[in-house]
């Protein structure tokens, strides 16, 4: 179901315009989106270059699995674009937050950026809130007195899971992706490509 904003009502078809014309200029910054010289058109040059190729090769894998669309620079973009026209960015956000957290070594940054992580995402009436369960948000607290590279995966893959069963699907259904990934069907000339007319997850 399509939520609102209470002063001012955004229907589904111009979430789909905003994730579009976001996602549009996201391509028009990379440098395969600079060749098109359009911001909001889901188009590059005819003249196959190898980065397009890549890029085209790249967008195809996202509907192959949810991990892939995350191991691509490019994929959490487009998708962080998607859920922003969704209003629930905070999930993926978290997400990333987390995998930053774990690459630290001090013990004394470890500590602090796990309050900071936890104040912003978990804690009652955080800015940025994920939905999760009390006592994951329990469980999430009492690991913060021994701050370790591990205190927030209980937290990360119930955001996970949610994101994975509920807006990814979504996102591979949504005309913006759909345009995008014909475009790049379209480019990637291999004869083992998919079709983009039905993703892969429903």
């Not at 179901?1 to 001012?8: I, K, N, Q």
């Not at 997400?95 to 470890?110: Q, T, V």
Request: net charge neutral; with cysteine; hydrophobic share 35%.
């Amino acid at each position: 179901m399509c939520r609102t904003l209470s002063a001012f009502p955004i229907t589904c078809l111009e979430r789909a315009k905003e994730f579009k014309t976001r996602l549009g200029i996201f391509l028009h910054k990379s440098d395969l989106g600079s060749e098109t010289g359009n911001a909001g058109k889901f188009e590059w040059n005819n003249k196959h270059s190898k980065e397009s190729r890549s890029f085209s090769e790249d967008v195809l894998k996202w509907r192959e699995s949810f991990d892939l669309l995350l191991s691509s620079k490019n994929g959490v973009a487009a998708f962080h674009a998607f859920l922003k026209t969704e209003f629930s960015e905070e999930n993926l956000e978290f997400w990333l937050a987390c995998e930053e957290f774990k690459k630290i070594r001090s013990a004394a940054k470890l500590a602090s950026r796990a309050h900071r992580i936890f104040e912003e995402f978990i804690c009652s009436e955080a800015p940025k809130e994920v939905n999760i369960d009390h006592e994951t948000r329990e469980l999430t607290r009492m690991n913060l007195q021994t701050a370790t590279a591990t205190c927030f995966d209980v937290a990360q893959g119930k955001t996970h899971t949610l994101m994975e069963k509920d807006s990814y699907p979504r996102f591979l259904k949504s005309p913006a992706y759909q345009d995008l990934a014909a475009q790049a069907s379209a480019t990637n000339v291999s004869p083992s490509s998919c079709s983009p007319a039905e993703p892969l997850h429903t």
